[in-house]
């Protein structure tokens, strides 16, 4: 859950991985397939099935790796990842996640629980001041997106600004500024809502009980601990090389461009993680075991239990815990922001985890490019378990303006 448009009809087609390449006849990059439970015949499916949801969805480039128990069983990038050079997606490099962060810092949360530092049935009053009804909004409401608060990616005045200055640098505090204009949507715990200002309340949360900025207390307790050495909360617009460039639409003229390195401050703590697709396949198992990859735990048994809880969402097969997704049986969590849309989920039954990372958010007619590469590979490797995100429930970073606004 982790996209950035609105839900009304103005908008374009868009909080949850070419062209030239595949008309010219270039085989995919491959990494080694047909172990592990994938075996050639499938491998070769997977292979038609993705390129063509690419050609029909217009999509630059694509990564997908599906690893049971571990091995890299499928491991493949199509496309390309830098449109104007003409150079190859391939399955190393960097890319923006979305609100996959979200799962990042909420760990952070958790763990602050785990130290008795934090309460999840607090009221977020107790350690943050200026919330309108902090003092019914627990952390709890906030991790499960049941606090009612109005996302400031909602608000079409913020996001005209952002259109017109991608570069901008943003506080937490001025995003919060823009959410707490308007009222609360419900009441807490009333029902489910996908909302960026819960997510920027718990990186403040993370910060003011630790004494550290949320970037240097994910890399300490989090990233490092974990062997995430190609994962970093941004604090700046640039990429590490090399990276994946991504494509948006979310333009004035509704033109496509390069957004690799537009400031993504506005989605700090909610979605402004880098990372790569072999340092996300390390992190889903950590995710949803609790357990770093040496075997030491990455939150205590409890807390991990209450973590994967999942309330209902309101639309068939979701599912939505403290900072997880549950999709039909795949939990984890998926992510979209200007250029880059990601899937990072971990079915457990199957010892299986999936990565996506897609270079464009240009959803047009097919819908969250991420999902339809989703949908389209779990329909062939786990038909019982498919990803199938409904539109409302897409991952909403960032909604796109309406005319009236200056879109």
Same mark, same amino acid.
């Given at each position: ?105 909420? $760990?952070?949360?958790?763990? #602050? ?9 607090? %009221?977020?009053? +107790? &350690? =943050? *001041? ?66 960026? $200002?819960?997510?920027?309340? #718990? ?9 550290? %900025?949320?970037? +240097? &207390? =994910? *890399? ?71 357990? #770093? ?14 973590? =994967? ?99």
């Amino acid at each position: 859950m982790a996209r950035y448009r609105t839900r009304t009809a103005t908008a374009l087609a868009a909080a949850s991985l070419l062209l030239t390449a595949l008309c010219a006849g270039q085989a995919p990059a491959a990494a080694p397939s047909g172990r592990a439970g994938i075996d050639p015949a499938t491998a070769e499916k997977l292979d038609d099935a993705i390129t063509a949801a690419m050609r029909e969805a217009d999509i630059p480039g694509v990564g997908v790796g599906l690893w049971i128990d571990g091995e890299r069983s499928y491991e493949r990038a199509f496309g390309t990842a830098d449109k104007a050079a003409g150079t190859p997606m391939k399955t190393d490099l960097f890319t923006r996640i979305g609100s996959v962060t979200k799962t990042f810092t909420v $760990t952070g949360v958790l763990q #602050l629980v785990d130290e008795g530092k934090v309460r999840l049935d607090a %009221p977020i009053s +107790t &350690y =943050l *001041d200026g919330v309108p009804g902090g003092d019914r909004i627990t952390v709890r409401q906030l991790a499960e997106m049941r606090s009612g608060l109005y996302s400031y990616t909602e608000d079409e005045s913020w996001l005209a600004s952002y259109q017109a200055d991608p570069h901008r640098s943003w506080t937490p505090q001025q995003l919060l500024d823009v959410a707490f204009k308007h009222p609360a949507e419900f009441r807490p715990g009333a029902r489910w809502a996908y909302s960026n $200002t819960n997510t920027v309340l #718990l990186g403040l949360l993370v910060e003011k009980v630790s004494g550290r %900025p949320l970037h +240097t &207390y =994910l *890399d300490q307790h989090v990233l490092e601990p974990a062997g995430l050495d190609d994962t970093s909360l941004a604090t700046g617009s640039a990429m590490p090389d090399p990276y994946a460039h991504g494509y948006t639409n979310f333009t004035k003229d509704g033109t496509t461009t390069d957004a690799s390195t537009w400031n993504p401050s506005w989605a700090w703590a909610a979605g402004a993680i880098i990372s790569t697709m072999d340092d996300l396949r390390s992190w889903v198992p950590t995710l949803v075991n609790g357990r #770093l990859p040496g075997g030491d735990r990455l939150l205590e048994p409890g807390t991990q239990a209450q973590r =994967l809880r999942a309330v209902p969402t309101g639309y068939p097969d979701v599912g939505y815990g403290l900072g997880i997704a549950d999709v039909d049986g795949w939990i984890g969590h998926n992510g979209e922001l200007p250029g880059y849309e990601t899937i990072a989920a971990r079915l457990p039954q199957a010892r299986a985890t999936l990565v996506i990372v897609v270079n464009s958010d240009v959803d047009g007619k097919s819908g969250n490019l991420s999902s339809l590469i989703g949908n389209t590979v779990t329909k062939i490797v786990t038909p019982e378990h498919v990803w199938s995100l409904p539109v409302q429930a897409q991952p909403n970073a960032v909604p796109e303006p309406s005319p009236s606004s200056g879109g």
